[in-house]
C-alpha cells in the first residue's frame, strides 16, 4: 500500500547546527508534499508546499524542502536551527489514493537544545 | 475570526458509551477532514468531506461516523467507544481539497476511553 515515511523519530540538536529532517513515500505517480508543524500546544500549521515545478521549495521560518523524484524523497532542511524551532514536523503527501486524500507520516520530534 | 473549533477540547468516556465531536469553521471552506493521532503513528485520516452533505472515508474509518449537515460543521460520532479510540483527534478545513491547497487545522480534542 502507499505510504509515507518519516525515518528520524527524535532528533536532538543544538543551536545553530543545520537540520535535515527525511521524509520518502511509495508510489510512482504525480503526488503533492506538504511539511506540516506542531509547535507545543498549538495546532498544526504549514511549513511549505510543492505542487510542481522548481524542487526546491522555499517555506516560513528559514525551512526549506528538496522534492527529488527519482528517491520519492521530500526532505525538510534548515541551515542554522533555533531554540524556537523545537516541535514535531509532520510530512505530508497527496496523490497516493486521491487528491483529497492527506496521508501523515508518523513525525519527527526536533528538540533544539539553547 | 476564529479559524477552525473544535468542542470540547478534553472528554474521559467509558467503553461502551457515545458521543460526538464537533468542528466549526468559519472560513467558508468545502472541505473538511478528521483526523487521529497516535503516538508514532502521525495522523491517521478517519473521515472526510467534499461539501455540504457529503462524506467520504478515508484511512482508519471503522468504529465512527461523520455528518456535514452544514457546510461549516462537521461532526464525529463514535456509537460505542472503545479503548483502542483513545486518541487525540484534530479536525481541518481547507478551500480547495488538501491536495491542492493549505489546509487548516483545529487544537485537537483529547479522549481517553476507560
Known amino acids: 500500500a502507499q505510504s509515507v515515511s518519516q525515518h528520524n523519530h527524535h532528533v536532538i540538536l543544538s543551536e545553530a547546527a543545520s537540520l535535515e529532517l527525511g521524509c520518502n513515500y511509495s508510489?510512482?505517480?504525480?503526488?503533492?508534499l506538504f511539511w506540516y508543524v506542531q509547535y507545543p500546544g498549538q495546532h498544526l500549521q504549514l511549513l511549505l508546499k510543492?505542487?510542481?515545478?522548481?524542487?526546491l521549495v522555499k517555506g516560513i521560518k528559514g525551512f526549506e524542502a528538496e522534492f527529488i523524484k527519482s528517491k520519492f524523497s521530500f526532505n525538510l532542511r534548515k541551515p542554522s536551527v533555533q531554540w524556537s524551532d523545537t516541535a514535531e514536523y509532520f510530512c505530508?503527501?497527496?496523490?497516493?489514493?486521491?487528491?483529497?486524500?492527506?496521508?501523515f507520516g508518523a513525525g519527527t520530534r526536533l528538540t533544539v537544545k539553547p | 475570526n476564529a479559524g477552525v473549533t473544535q468542542t470540547p477540547k478534553f472528554r474521559v468516556l467509558k467503553t461502551g458509551q457515545s458521543m460526538t465531536l464537533l468542528c466549526a469553521q468559519d472560513?467558508?471552506?468545502?472541505?473538511m477532514y478528521w483526523y487521529r493521532q497516535d503516538p508514532g503513528m502521525g495522523l491517521r485520516l478517519i473521515h472526510y468531506?467534499?461539501?455540504?452533505?457529503?462524506?467520504a472515508k478515508g484511512e482508519v474509518p471503522d468504529g465512527y461516523n461523520v455528518s456535514r449537515l452544514k457546510k461549516q460543521n462537521f461532526l464525529l460520532g463514535l456509537e460505542s467507544a472503545a479503548p483502542s479510540q483513545t486518541s487525540v483527534y484534530f479536525c481541518?478545513?481547507?478551500?480547495?481539497?488538501?491536495?491542492?491547497?493549505?489546509?487548516?487545522f483545529g487544537q485537537g480534542t483529547r479522549l481517553t476511553v476507560v
Open positions: 505530508a503527501v497527496t496523490g497516493l489514493y486521491n487528491n483529497n486524500d492527506m496521508r
Open positions: 510543492y505542487f510542481s515545478g522548481d524542487p
Open positions: 468531506s467534499v461539501g455540504e452533505g457529503t462524506t
Open positions: 508510489y510512482g505517480g504525480t503526488v503533492n
Open positions: 472560513m467558508n471552506h468545502e472541505y
Open positions: 481541518a478545513s481547507s478551500g480547495q481539497g488538501a491536495g491542492y491547497t493549505e489546509a487548516f
